[in-house]
């Protein structure tokens, strides 16, 4: 079981911008991918994007062009930095293992709103 803790949420404008962190209990580098999920108000989770440990990148069709996702092994942290933001963006973002996360390791998650 993997505990996380995500920050960096908030309030933002349309077209701003976010940088999410995600700070991970153990060593990171035993992991094979870490992902980003989120889920908005009245829908179901969804996935975002997610970073193998050699760095390869993959994002959902939402993500990809504004976001991006990286980890840094040294520190157990998986990071998320969103640009050019949209209202459609709003909901609580969670980081967790990937391509399947884990159920046990769930944390918070961390709010982004943006307002049009």
């Known amino acids: 079981q993997v505990h996380v803790v995500e920050s960096g949420g908030g309030l933002v404008q349309a077209g701003g911008s976010l940088n999410l962190s995600c700070v991970v209990s153990?060593?990171?580098?035993?992991?094979?991918?870490m992902g980003w999920y989120r889920q908005a108000p009245g829908k179901q989770r969804e996935y975002v994007a997610r970073?193998?440990?050699?760095?390869?990148?993959m994002y959902s069709d939402s993500a990809e062009g504004r976001f991006t996702i990286s980890r840094d092994n040294s520190k157990r942290a998986v990071y998320l930095q969103m640009n050019n933001l949209k209202p459609e963006d709003t909901a609580v973002y969670y980081c967790?293992?990937?391509?399947?996360?884990?159920?046990?390791?769930w944390g918070r998650g961390t709010q982004v709103t943006v307002s049009s």
């Open positions: 967790n293992v990937a391509p399947v996360p884990a159920n046990t390791n």
């Open positions: 153990e060593n990171i580098f035993s992991i094979p991918a």
């Open positions: 970073v193998s440990w050699e760095g390869q990148t």
